[in-house]
């Protein structure tokens, strides 16, 4: 279902995966600095997680300024929650790369606000850029670390732009409950030499989607 949502003087371009029987969760999808909400890890993601019964909306939001995004990212999950089509019980915010640092950013700023009422149930970054290439002094850990929301990350063993030791040391200090799936060999943008992009979007996929299960079957026991 395609829809447009409301940001400032211009809308964003958006489209909802809805599963056939009615969602209680929702997961917000965003893509990277490149690319639109057609990047195929995204489509790919989003069905499967319909097809599995979770709600996924997934919005393009052009542009390279992280403040730009975060807030674009806000109005979306301000339209899904004050939706009368899709009454959510709470939802996940995903991204990839510079997606996920937006989404990081948003759950900081939404958890120091004081009508904090958990309808954010946690985060998940794809291939959350760390830091630049060759630039290991200069993280981008600091929502990660005010965050305290479950937070799943999904990155390569050889991202360019989060090498491995340093995630796991930034997670290390996160207060929130986290994992981090590691895709052996994977670079930034989720390549492997001799694997199929299709064997490592299942993978990806099915690691998301029994992340959100576990955390969703937590909330209700």
Known sequence: VKVKIPFGDKYLDAIFSVPKKKSTYGVILTHGAGGDMNFPHLVSLAAYLASHGVLCLRFTCKGLNIAYRTKAFKTVVEYLKLSDDYKLSGVFLAGRSMGSRAAASVIRQLSQDDDDDDFIQGLVCLSYPLHRPKLQSKLRDEDLLFIRCPVLFVSGSADEMC?????????????????????DKANHGMAVKGRTTDDIMEEINAQVFSWLRENIELEHK
């Open 163 to 183: 090498e491995k030791q340093l995630l796991e040391g930034v997670a290390s200090k996160m207060k929130a409950p986290k994992k981090i799936h590691w895709i």
